[in-house]
Structures are given as C-alpha cells and as structure tokens.
C-alpha cells in the first residue's frame, strides 16, 4: 500500500486526477519507487528474525500486490468529494 499511496500522493489537488501522468518524467521519483520496492521485498525474504518476518509464496506476495493497487482506487474516490468536508 506504501508504493501505490506514493503514486497516489503525487496529485493531489482538486483538478489533477491522473496519478501516472508524467510518472517517467521524474528520475527521482521512479529510483524512490524501485528502491522502496526493493527493499521490501529483500527485508520480507530474507530480513528473519532481525525483522520479525517470513518469506512469502508468490501467491501471498502477488495477493499483498493486488491488496496494495486497491490504493490507487481511493483516488478517485477521494477527489470525488469537496475538500470541505476534509
């Protein structure tokens, strides 16, 4: 859900409701993403005890995946309500 929110906290006023727009445009942004991707994945598979953490099967690593896109469908959702009632 952290990667997806990330996407989803590039736009955020009222007009901008295209979260990948220009996504490829900022070379920061995109090694921010990979990294923080990266990570997670290496401290989930391997970080054990030090982490408090067991590897995954790809089926539950794919199911915290399609868990984490549901992020993306908040945006619109959100944006759909005035910022009064925020």
């Not at 990330?6 to 990294?35: H, P, S």
């Not at 005890?49 to 959100?78: D, M, Y």
Request: glycine share 6%; net charge positive.
């Amino acid at each position: 859900m952290q990667l997806f929110n990330q996407i989803n906290a590039r736009k955020l006023e009222q007009d901008e409701n295209n979260v990948f727009k220009g996504i490829l445009d900022n070379y920061l942004f995109v090694c921010v993403m990979i990294f923080t991707f990266v990570m997670q994945m290496v401290l989930v598979e391997f970080g054990g005890r030090a982490v408090k953490t067991f590897p995954l099967s790809i089926a539950q690593n794919l199911f915290c995946i399609a868990l984490g896109f549901g992020e993306l469908l908040w945006h619109p959702v959100i944006k759909f309500f005035p910022m009064r009632y925020f």
